[in-house]
Nanobody, 127 residues
Framework: EVQLVESGGGLVQAGGSLRLSCAAS????????IGWFRQVPGKEREGVSC????????YYGDFVKGRFTISSDTAKNTVYLQMNSLKPEDTAKYYC????????????????????WGQGTQVTVSS
């Protein structure tokens, strides 16, 4: 059974940093990309970043480029999202998910292309 468990969220002041973790199990970790998404109540879930652990290929949404860094540790089956220079508009619930395409395929940032999701972790940035 595929399981994804996010952690690392919390309350931080604007300009601060957080590191989110996504611990994965139940599948061959290096074969599939994992993405981070975020959602604010009343708005659609949006893609933040994703990584294909097999070669380190990454994607970032324009709104986080230069501030967030995604990485993976294949020994720990964990994907991280380092978030720096946080802004109040980064406040959201953050989710990780596995890409539903074929193994080793290039991931997209579309929510519908991801098929297993964690429960999410709340990030709140105060001004």
């Amino acid at each position: 059974e595929v399981q994804l468990v996010e952690s690392g969220g919390g309350l931080v002041q604007a300009g601060g940093s957080l590191r989110l973790s996504c611990a994965a199990s139940g599948f061959s970790f290096g074969d599939y990309a994992i993405g981070w998404f975020r959602q604010v109540p009343g708005k659609e879930r949006e893609g933040v970043s994703c990584i294909r652990s097999s070669d380190g290929n990454t994607y970032y949404g324009d709104f986080v480029k230069g501030r967030f860094t995604i990485s993976s540790d294949t020994a720990k089956n964990t994907v991280y999202l380092q978030m720096n220079s946080l802004k109040p508009e980064d406040t959201a619930k953050y989710y990780c998910a596995t890409y539903g395409g074929p193994p080793f395929s290039i991931p997209t940032s579309r929510v519908l292309d991801y098929d297993h999701w964690g429960q999410g972790t709340q990030v709140t940035v105060s001004s």
